[in-house]
């Protein structure tokens, strides 16, 4: 079965501090997927990233970043200089090989609340 | 843009009655799911759908069934609304990537469904 835990349920920071969210996640395959997506309060959720589990380079996207070490199962994703703009809630997502019709089924973690205080 | 449109951003129910919640997209995905949101469970899948017709239960499909008749429209259905349905209610599309593994989905607004 496949899981995806993210321990920090709620994280304050002040405004321009670094934070990093967590992501661990459990798979028995060796081929998947991991994603990011943001939450912010007008609730649609917005796809950040997609990694494969191949593919362990670490990825920069200006201020956001992403730490993927498969030797941990750990998908890391860090904001630097943060802004009162990434006040949101972040999810990890997990998707591997499914039976049904060829759907990989994506499980998401429980999500991560980040509030930046000016 | 792909665009994901809820018909509705918040509904009040009663106990009893039968809920429609329509999704809309206007991309061409192969396919739709239906997400519950609740605090400190995160999403978790009811029903998805990969094609026009086909439909796959999730997670926590009882109490719901889905619809859908044309690619661009899934509905969630609820027969007989209770009040441990009341949540919010995230509808996504998304493609078939290579392999047949998922993209990323694009998500709606949400509904957000009160049951009295």
């Known amino acids: 079965a496949q899981k995806v835990t993210q321990a920090q349920t709620e994280i304050s920071v002040v405004e321009k501090e670094d934070v990093t969210l967590d992501c661990v996640y459990e798979?028995?395959?060796?081929?998947?997927?991991l994603f990011w997506y943001k939450q912010p309060p007008s609730g649609e959720l917005v796809f950040l990233i997609r990694r494969n589990s191949f593919d362990e380079q670490n990825e920069i996207s200006g201020r956001y970043s992403w730490n993927f070490q498969k030797s941990t199962s750990s998908f890391n994703f860090t904001i630097t200089a943060s802004q009162v703009v990434d006040s949101a809630v972040y999810f990890c997502?997990?998707?591997?090989?499914?039976?049904?019709?060829?759907?990989?089924?994506?499980?998401f973690g429980i999500g991560t609340k980040l509030q930046v205080i000016p | 843009d792909v665009k994901v449109t809820q018909s509705s951003r918040y509904l009040v129910k009663r106990t009893g009655e039968k809920v429609f919640l329509e999704c809309v997209q206007d991309m061409d995905h192969e396919n739709m799911f239906w997400y519950r949101q609740d605090p400190g469970l995160g999403l978790r899948l009811i029903y998805f759908s990969y094609d026009v017709k086909m439909k796959e239960k999730g997670d926590i499909p009882e109490g719901y069934s889905v619809s859908r008749e044309k690619k661009e429209r899934f509905s969630l259905i609820l027969e007989s609304a209770s009040t441990n349905q009341t949540s919010m209610y995230l509808c996504?599309?998304?493609?078939?990537?290579?392999?047949?593994?998922?993209?990323?989905?694009?998500f709606g607004q949400g509904t957000r469904l009160t049951v009295v």
């Open positions: 997502a997990l998707s591997e090989a499914g039976n049904s019709g060829g759907y990989q089924k994506v499980t």
């Open positions: 798979t028995r395959d060796t081929t998947y997927y």
């Open positions: 996504a599309s998304s493609l078939w990537g290579a392999n047949k593994f998922n993209t990323e989905a694009f």
